[in-house]
């Protein structure tokens, strides 16, 4: 199983609209085959910054989400919100 870690910063007074679209791409991924779940934080102080952790089975299953038709459909809500890039870092246990 691996972790995938995205930092997301997001545009003075946007979080709600981010809100919503974030919802919504965590609904899109609850379909992906190998996504076992996930959870959405906002750092204390900064309601500008988001991380998301989810769970994926390998980079396989991270991979086929990452670049599919409906991730995709789902950002192009979400990256007009931000104020840069995101930062995906994937993350393994590590033996």
Do not use: C
């Not at 609209?17 to 992906?32: D, I, T």
């Not at 952790?53 to 038709?69: C, F, G, H, V």
Request: glycine share 6%.
């Amino acid at each position: 199983m691996i972790k995938i870690i995205i930092e997301r910063r997001i545009m003075p007074g946007l979080e709600e609209e981010y809100e919503q679209a974030a919802r919504e791409a965590m609904r899109q991924s609850l379909g992906a085959d190998g996504f076992f779940g996930g959870e959405s934080l906002v750092e204390q102080g900064r309601s500008d910054r988001r991380l998301m952790i989810t769970k994926w089975r390998d980079l396989r299953a991270w991979k086929a989400w990452y670049n599919s038709e409906a991730r995709e459909r789902v950002m192009q809500h979400v990256q007009p919100l931000l104020t840069e890039a995101e930062n995906v870092r994937i993350f393994e246990p590590a033996y």
